[in-house]
Every structure is written in C-alpha cells, then in structure tokens.
C-alpha cells in the first residue's frame, strides 16, 4: 500500500501446540470452514506475507487491497501460483469491510495506517493482522487496546519472534536463576541505510490513489525520493520500524513488565542529512525499577548486520559481537545473548564459560497459525494490542524524549502521560486528516 516498496523481512515458524490461544469472553462467531481474509498493502512486506498465509489450505483469499493499482497483478499470481482462488482485487479497503463473509483483515500498509485501518475493521465485525510497529503515537495504540476490547476481536500484531519456540527455553533459564538477578537488559539495532536522493515534488501515478494513501496523515506534495519510512508523518521512523522486534522480546523475556517509569534519551541525526526528520542515532535508557533497559540504536553501522537468512534456521549461532539485532542479558550471576528470528541464545557463567546453548527456528508459520487459531477459537492472540502497544510505546518514548531536547522525563504507566510536562504531553498523539481519526 505504499508508494514505495519497504525492506520489512520475514521468517520461518517452529512453535506451535505451546502457542494456544488464551481464553477469551469474546462472543464466538468462529467461521465453520475455511477463514476468508482481506489482504491490504502489497508491497515487499505485504506479497511475503500473503505467501506465507497461502501455503494454508484453510484460508480463503476473497480480496488483495493496495491504493496503487501497479502491485495487484504481482499479488494475483501469487495466488495463482498456490493454487488459491482468484480475488477481487480493489484499491479502497473499505469495500473489504463491507463484506460480510470476510472474518479478517491483513495489513501491511506503512505505519500511518496501521491502527485507523484495524479499528474500522473491529467496528466492522473483523479481527486483524496488524504488520508493527502497531501504532503511530502511545494514544493511538492505547486506542486499538480498548478498541478491541470494546468489539471483542482478536488483533496480531507482527511480531513473529513473539512465537518463537526458544524463547521459552530462554525465559525458563532466566527465571531458573541461573544468571542471577538482572540488573540490566540491552537491546542491540545496528542497520546500514543509505541516504535520500533529493527529487522535485510531481504530479502522482495515474494509478496510485495518492490522497487514500496519505489516508489519516497531512497530504505533503507527492515526491517520489521520498522514503515515507524516514518521515515521522507517515512512520515510527526506521529504528522502530525494526527495533522493535528485539525491543518486544526483552520484554517477554522478563515477563512483559509494564511501561518504564523514566526514559532518558541522545542522539538524533548525525549521519543521513537527507531532509528526513527521524532519527539515524538513538541511544536511549528506560528504568523499569528492578532493572534498566538500554536501547542503542543506529542506521549507519554496516560492519554490524542482521544474521544472513541461510543460517538462521540451522544450529550456527551468530558471531555475537557483530550481530546487528541481539539482546544482551546481564546478571549478577551470569550473561545471555539472545538473537530474534531463529538466532537461539546462550548463557555464559561469571567466567565467561558457555554454560548453555539453544539454536533456534524462525516464527512466522506458527505466529500465522496462532492468528488462524484465535479467530476460530476466540482467544487472545500471542501477540495482542496490548502487547504491540506497550513494545512500540518504548520507541515512542525514545523519541518523545529526543523532540524534546534530548532530556530525560518520568512517565506515568497509569495515565500514559508525563507528568506535568506540558511539551513532552503535546506529543503523545498527532493530528488526523478528515475523515480518518480514528474513535471507540
């Protein structure tokens, strides 16, 4: 659904029977037989993960959705291809909502449109996929929270590793005692972007319906050097575009904490001057009282790089110290790397011994099968609003704390606000363009 393709990857699943839906006092209105799914957003991200829902013979495809008319036919043979029924195909995703016999929607549009487009659909008896970060802004996610609540359906949010069968394995050995206690949490995002292009603003694709595209945000002239991933308008920006995977899994692995009681923040743009107004360089602390979290971030590291996709599904571990996308566990007894997306982890004594060691397979066919599952079952998915709010809400946080001049500021995980600082509360929601705001 974007103008320009997006660089989200995907993965593998393992997990499975251990991943059931929780109980739910959703009514049950579970579809008898196959599950009829909406797609909307087909760019990179969107087609990988229709192709992994297609390899499910208990779906039906019955509309492919992307306000540029250009990316239908590639979406098309996919079903094709699978063996799957042909779909509708339309640019506007409210002609999704508007059929009855769809059970849920998948999204995968840029951030912007993530939670107004899964709110109509719950208003509109559907559950939701929601590709993360979930939300733009913290009210924006606490919204989808009660939302769903309010319509009892089932959100998932994208967060795959969530699924992953190690990180079970990791949280039992951390809550076995075997590192001791934990007094600090890192979590590692290195990346290598390469800056903008300046191009003159034009006229858009005759195929591109470029006001459904802005949807909720400001209709800036259409320029198609822009990368909407790098302008807070459109976007959580491109650290928490994928931070926030490794971000959601330090707080599983310490019991999903609530939000941080302070956020301390530096950095900003040092590297890519390229016009955007999201930051290249974050390093950012959260206390959360019994430990701290620490969060170092940046898009210009390439001697630090994500695991190759050959090795992630074998027993190899990553060469730890150079791996972009880790998660270091310090305790006063011991020390974990943790990898997202079938890295695996290890545990090292207080002399550096490996102690123990777990590969680990990637997620994305069981964080599909427990989305499927909870639509029939109505349960609460793995990866629920709640969840997709309080992991993203950590990056909105970060950046709150850097817009306002790099200063460290309390926040209250009650209200959702900071306290008595009328700044920092002016950013915890944006502006909606008519007729896109979204409401209960």
């Not at 979590?187 to 006229?203: F, Q, S």
Request: proline share 7%.
């Amino acid at each position: 659904m974007t103008p320009h393709p997006n660089r989200r990857e995907f993965v593998r699943n393992l997990a499975g029977a251990a991943i059931a839906c929780a109980a739910s006092t959703a009514p049950a209105q579970a579809p008898s037989d196959k599950v009829v799914l909406g797609f909307m957003g087909l760019g990179g991200r969107g087609c990988g993960l229709l192709g992994k829902f297609l390899e499910r013979k208990d779906i039906e495809v019955a509309y492919l959705c992307d306000v540029d008319a250009r990316r239908l036919p590639r979406a098309a043979k996919l079903l094709e291809a699978a063996g799957h029924a042909p779909a509708k195909t339309v640019q506007d995703f409210r002609r999704i909502l508007e059929d009855k016999r769809v059970h849920a929607i998948v999204t995968a549009t840029p951030d912007h449109w993530h939670v107004p487009s899964a709110i109509l659909a719950c208003q509109a008896g559907k559950d939701a996929y929601i590709e993360k970060p979930m939300a733009h802004n913290i009210r924006e996610g606490r919204l989808m929270i009660d939302v769903a609540k309010k319509y009892g359906r089932a959100i998932q949010v994208g967060m795959q590793s969530r699924s992953c069968s190690y990180v079970r394995t990791a949280i039992e050995h951390i809550r076995s005692g075997a590192l001791g206690k934990i007094q600090i949490v890192k979590v590692i995002n290195m990346m290598l972007h390469g800056p903008m292009k300046a191009t003159p603003d034009e006229a858009p694709p005759k195929e591109l319906d470029y006001d459904l595209w802005c949807g909720p945000a400001a209709k800036l002239p259409y320029n198609p050097g822009r990368r909407w991933l790098n302008f807070r308008e459109y976007s959580c920006g491109p650290i928490a575009g994928d931070a926030v995977h490794q971000l959601d899994q330090a707080r599983q692995l310490m019991g999903d904490p609530p939000a941080p009681a302070s956020v301390g923040h530096s950095g900003g743009i040092r590297v890519l001057r390229d016009g955007r107004d999201t930051p290249d360089t974050q390093i950012a602390t959260f206390d959360y009282g019994d430990f701290t979290l620490l969060f170092e971030a940046a898009l210009w590291t390439g001697y630090q790089k994500k695991t190759p996709s050959e090795i992630r599904d074998t027993d190899d571990m990553p060469n730890w110290p150079f791996n972009g996308t880790r998660i270091e566990i310090f305790g006063d007894g011991g020390f974990m790397y943790f990898g997202r997306h079938g890295d695996g982890w290890q545990a090292f004594d207080s002399d550096g011994k490996i102690t123990r060691s777990v590969p680990g397979q990637q997620a994305d066919r069981e964080h599909i099968e427990n989305f499927i599952a909870c639509i029939r079952s109505r349960g609460t998915p793995i990866a629920n609003a709640e969840q997709g709010h309080q992991s993203v809400l950590l990056c909105h946080l970060a950046d709150i704390a850097w817009r306002t001049g790099d200063r460290k500021l309390a926040f209250d995980a009650k209200s959702e606000t900071f306290p008595g600082d009328a700044e920092a509360n002016r950013l915890l929601g944006r502006t909606y363009r008519d007729p896109w705001a979204p409401h209960l």
